[in-house]
Nanobody, 123 residues
Framework: QVQLEESGGGSVQAGGSLRLSCAAS????????VGWFRQVPGKEREGVAT????????FYANSVMGRFTLSRDAANNKVFLQMNRLKPEDSAMYYC????????????????WGQGTRVTVSS
């Protein structure tokens, strides 16, 4: 059973930065994907960025490209989402998710989820 724990959310002004962390435990997979998704009330969960352990291949949604950066601490099974130049429209609950092997942007394909961390960006 994979467990995920997010941290690092908070409130910032537009243009500010936050760094989200996702700590994974309990995985026996060598190759897996960690994705970051976000959701606001009344809207579908949206894919933000994903990273595969095989080759550290990353994907970013167009809305965050050039502002958000993924990195990984393989030794400690952590994934970080550095969010710069934040905008009010980035405000959401952010979730990290885990699936074995390769990444997909479809949230339905992820088996394990963290509890979420809230990001609020004020204008």
């Amino acid at each position: 059973q994979v467990q995920l724990e997010e941290s690092g959310g908070g409130s910032v002004q537009a243009g500010g930065s936050l760094r989200l962390s996702c700590a994974a435990s309990g995985s026996t997979y060598r190759d897996y994907c960690v994705g970051w998704f976000r959701q606001v009330p009344g809207k579908e969960r949206e894919g933000v960025a994903t990273i595969e352990t095989r080759g550290d291949r990353t994907f970013y949604a167009n809305s965050v490209m050039g502002r958000f950066t993924l990195s990984r601490d393989a030794a400690n099974n952590k994934v970080f989402l550095q969010m710069n130049r934040l905008k009010p429209e980035d405000s959401a609950m952010y979730y990290c998710a885990f699936r074995p092997f390769g990444c997909t942007n479809a949230h339905q394909m992820y088996s394990y989820w963290g509890q979420g961390t809230r990001v609020t960006v004020s204008s």
